[in-house]
């Protein structure tokens, strides 16, 4: 099980979800611009063009990175940390939909959903809820872009 230690105590705290919520969002985030290849350019899912050979590889690690970085960083700190790099982070998979750009509202917005989901468990409800609702929308709009928005 990975666990952080939280402080100078030694509760720890698990990960896991974090991870999961990484996962989560790394296939969505590859996926979604395949299936819009399959869709509208007529190509197998496993066909990938020189772009998808050289993006496809950075959009799956992208959710793991900032899952590695913001993520644990946030998950290591107080409650109101949690709740102010999910909302930060919701936001910027906002942004990321007007400058739709290497599947950024779906990477923001899944990393932003587990933060607020996390927070929640902690006892956090209004910030933590915006988190799970902007990122959860942030999401679901990154993947319309991708599978209607040809």
């Given at each position: 099980?990975?666990?952080?230690?939280?402080?100078?105590?030694?509760?720890?705290?698990?990960?896991?979800?974090?991870?999961?919520?990484?996962?989560?969002?790394?296939?969505?985030?590859?996926?979604?611009?395949?299936?819009?290849?399959?869709?509208?350019?007529?190509?197998?899912i496993?066909?990938?063009?020189?772009?998808?050979?050289?993006?496809?590889?950075?959009?799956?690690?992208?959710?793991?990175?900032?899952?590695a970085?913001?993520?644990?960083w946030?998950?290591?700190g107080?409650?109101?940390r949690?709740?102010?790099?999910?909302?930060?982070?919701?936001?910027?998979?906002?942004?990321?939909?007007?400058?739709?750009?290497?599947?950024?509202?779906?990477?923001?917005?899944?990393?932003?959903?587990?933060?607020?989901?996390?927070?929640?468990?902690?006892?956090?409800?209004?910030?933590?809820?915006?988190?799970?609702?902007?990122?959860?929308?942030?999401c679901?709009?990154?993947?319309?872009?991708?599978?209607?928005?040809?």
């Open positions: 099980m990975n666990t952080t230690t939280l402080g100078t105590t030694r509760s720890a705290v698990p990960t896991t979800r974090l991870w999961q919520g990484a996962l989560a969002t790394a296939v969505l985030a590859g996926l979604a611009p395949r299936v819009n290849a399959v869709v509208y350019d007529h190509e197998r496993w066909h990938l063009d020189p772009e998808a050979r050289l993006l496809l590889p950075i959009v799956v690690a992208l959710p793991f990175v900032v899952a970085t913001v993520g644990t946030a998950w290591r107080s409650r109101s949690t709740v102010h790099c999910a909302l930060v982070l919701a936001v910027l998979a906002f942004l990321g939909i007007l400058g739709f750009f290497v599947s950024l509202p779906i990477v923001f917005g899944g990393i932003a959903a587990t933060l607020g989901l996390e927070a929640r468990r902690r006892g956090a409800t209004r910030g933590a809820t915006i988190a799970i609702v902007l990122g959860l929308l942030a679901l709009a990154g993947t319309a872009l991708w599978l209607f928005g040809a």
